[in-house]
Nanobody, 121 residues
Framework: QVHLVESGGGLVQAGGSLRLACAAA????????MGWYRQAAGKQREVVAT???????NYADSVKGRFTISRDNAKNTVYLQMNSLQPEDTAVYHC???????????????WGPGTQVTVSS
C-alpha cells in the first residue's frame, strides 16, 4: 500500500504565509514527479506547482513569485511554501505523485486526500 498525507493547511489572513507538506509512505521504490493541485468550491481542480525528481519546477501563473515548491527525496516529501496569500488562494490543496512501488513494472499516479487552506480578507 502507498498513501500520501498532506499537512500544514489552516486559516490565515491575507498577506500571510503557510507551508504545506506531503509525505509519501508505503512500499515505494522511487518517486518521479510530485506536485500540488488545488480545488476551490464550485471549481475544477487546477495545478499549482510541480517538481521533477531532479528538481525542475513549474508554477501556475497565478502563484509565480509567491509560492515555492521543493522536495526532500530522502524523506519522500514535497513542500509548498505559500507567501503573500490572497483570498482567491482559498481551496483544498492536494498532493500528487507519480511513483513506482517495489515489485511493480510501471509508475502509477497517486493523490492525497487534501488539506484546507482558507485565506481571510
Amino acid at each position: 500500500q502507498v498513501h500520501l498525507v498532506e499537512s500544514g493547511g489552516g486559516l490565515v489572513q491575507a498577506g500571510g504565509s503557510l507551508r504545506l507538506a506531503c509525505a509519501a509512505a508505503g512500499s515505494i521504490f522511487s518517486i518521479d514527479a510530485m506536485g500540488w493541485y488545488r480545488q476551490a468550491a464550485g471549481k475544477q481542480r487546477e495545478v499549482v506547482a510541480t517538481i521533477t525528481s531532479g528538481g525542475s519546477t513549474n508554477y501556475a501563473d497565478s502563484v509565480k513569485g509567491r509560492f515555492t515548491i521543493s522536495r526532500d527525496n530522502a524523506k519522500n516529501t514535497v513542500y509548498l511554501q505559500m507567501n503573500s496569500l490572497q483570498p482567491e488562494d482559498t481551496a483544498v490543496y492536494h498532493c500528487n505523485a507519480d511513483l513506482l512501488r517495489y515489485g511493480a513494472s510501471v509508475s502509477l499516479n497517486y493523490w492525497g486526500p487534501g488539506t484546507q487552506v482558507t485565506v481571510s480578507s
